[in-house]
């Protein structure tokens, strides 16, 4: 297991390199770039932009250099200095902005997961051994509307039922605006409660409703297989075969998805959280795609590319715990 280990970890240098390569020249493509983007604004403004102005800007920002000179100067302050660059926009490290915002995305992040899994994997198995009952329609009928509706939709209905319906005050955002830049206090966590709860809603709907469906079409393929009918004949308890020797081999298609889902710890629901004005890394990505602020989308796609892969590491080695027959040598 650990020479597996390591060679993944060697695998995984040359595909961030093209990662890194494919990203760059992505980000290139579209016409213009954040000088294209700044000189408009001041445009907009009534500030005229003289050609003296604009390569100054140019060479302050790097912009008038080859595509393969800014490249290798980006990567390698990765590389040497774990330096992602400087954002344009923000004139702050990129590293620095995303650790600003990962805390809170990782927080929403973790939280509809867990809301998810205990969600979505009793409801499964109940579905599941309870097939065609009025139960299991009505189940299967909520997890179409969980796959249907769109995030946004839901995060603006629950916003209107919060305020009209129950008279809360949380209108978007974490924090009431009194608590956004005091101290740490029992009624700040209070007030955060207060706000949380909808997006980790929001963010966990479509990912319950999906994996309750895998659990169920799982359950149903191992129910069955002639050994839960060998258990049955031998007089095992129902929950015994369904949770023991069922449900456990049900599991490595969900501990897979696990492995994908885990970029999205960084990514967050975007839509979501413009709509309600989360201070997710998402936001930043969609705003730095807005005025092609290129190593902040550059550094944020190389993390996602990254965490992708450390996810898949995980859940291989969560499926060979979980699954005697699979074996790394």
């Given at each position: 297991?650990?020479?597996?280990?390591?060679?993944?970890?060697?695998?995984?240098?040359?595909?961030?390199?093209?990662?890194?390569?494919?990203?760059?020249?992505?980000?290139?493509?579209?016409?213009?770039?954040?000088?294209?983007?700044?000189?408009?604004?001041?445009?907009?403004?009534?500030?005229?932009?003289?050609?003296?102005?604009?390569?100054?800007?140019?060479?302050?920002?790097?912009?008038?250099?080859?595509?393969?000179?800014?490249?290798?100067?980006?990567?390698?302050?990765?590389?040497?200095?774990?330096?992602?660059?400087?954002?344009?926009?923000?004139?702050?490290?990129?590293?620095?902005?995303?650790?600003?915002?990962?805390?809170?995305?990782?927080?929403?992040?973790?939280?509809?997961?867990?809301?998810?899994?205990?969600?979505?994997?009793p409801l499964g198995i109940f579905s599941a051994t309870h097939k065609y009952t009025a139960g299991d329609n009505l189940l299967t009928f909520i997890s179409f509307l969980g796959l249907s509706i769109p995030?946004?939709?839901?995060?603006?209905?629950?916003?209107?039922?919060?305020?009209?319906?129950?008279?809360?005050?949380?209108?978007?955002?974490?924090?009431?605006?009194?608590?956004?830049?005091?101290?740490?206090?029992?009624?700040?966590?209070?007030?955060?409660?207060?706000?949380?709860?909808?997006?980790?809603?929001?963010?966990?709907?479509?990912?319950?409703?999906?994996?309750?469906?895998?659990?169920?079409?799982?359950?149903?393929?191992?129910?069955?297989?002639?050994?839960?009918?060998?258990?049955?004949?031998?007089?095992?308890?129902?929950?015994?075969?369904?949770?023991?020797?069922?449900?456990?081999?049900?599991?490595?298609?969900?501990?897979?998805?696990?492995?994908?889902?885990?970029?999205?710890?960084?990514?967050?629901?975007?839509?979501?959280?413009?709509?309600?004005?989360?201070?997710?890394?998402?936001?930043?990505?969609?705003?730095?795609?807005?005025?092609?602020?290129?190593?902040?989308?550059?550094?944020?796609?190389?993390?996602?590319?990254?965490?992708?892969?450390?996810?898949?590491?995980?859940?291989?080695?969560?499926?060979?715990?979980?699954?005697?027959?699979?074996?790394?040598?």
């Open positions: 297991m650990f020479a597996y280990i390591i060679r993944r970890f060697i695998y995984m240098i040359p595909t961030l390199i093209l990662i890194s390569i494919l990203s760059f020249i992505i980000i290139d493509l579209p016409p213009g770039d954040y000088l294209t983007y700044m000189i408009s604004n001041l445009q907009r403004q009534g500030i005229e932009v003289n050609e003296s102005q604009i390569q100054y800007y140019e060479e302050m920002y790097g912009l008038n250099e080859p595509l393969p000179v800014r490249y290798f100067k980006w990567i390698g302050g990765i590389v040497l200095r774990g330096d992602f660059g400087i954002s344009f926009r923000y004139q702050r490290s990129v590293l620095s902005l995303i650790l600003e915002r990962l805390p809170w995305t990782i927080l929403i992040s973790i939280l509809s997961m867990i809301l998810t899994y205990i969600v979505a994997i995030n946004f939709f839901l995060a603006l209905l629950l916003l209107y039922i919060s305020v009209f319906w129950f008279g809360s005050s949380a209108t978007g955002g974490l924090f009431s605006s009194e608590y956004i830049n005091a101290s740490w206090s029992f009624m700040k966590i209070i007030d955060l409660l207060k706000h949380i709860w909808i997006p980790v809603i929001v963010s966990s709907t479509y990912s319950w409703a999906m994996y309750m469906r895998i659990t169920r079409a799982n359950m149903l393929d191992i129910l069955n297989e002639q050994y839960i009918m060998t258990a049955r004949a031998k007089g095992l308890s129902e929950i015994l075969v369904v949770y023991k020797h069922a449900f456990s081999n049900a599991l490595p298609p969900l501990i897979m998805r696990i492995g994908v889902a885990l970029p999205f710890l960084l990514q967050g629901a975007i839509i979501t959280s413009i709509i309600m004005s989360l201070p997710t890394t998402g936001v930043l990505f969609y705003d730095a795609i807005n005025v092609m602020d290129m190593y902040v989308i550059g550094g944020f796609m190389l993390m996602i590319g990254f965490m992708l892969m450390i996810g898949n590491i995980l859940a291989d080695i969560a499926l060979a715990m979980v699954d005697p027959r699979i074996k790394y040598e």
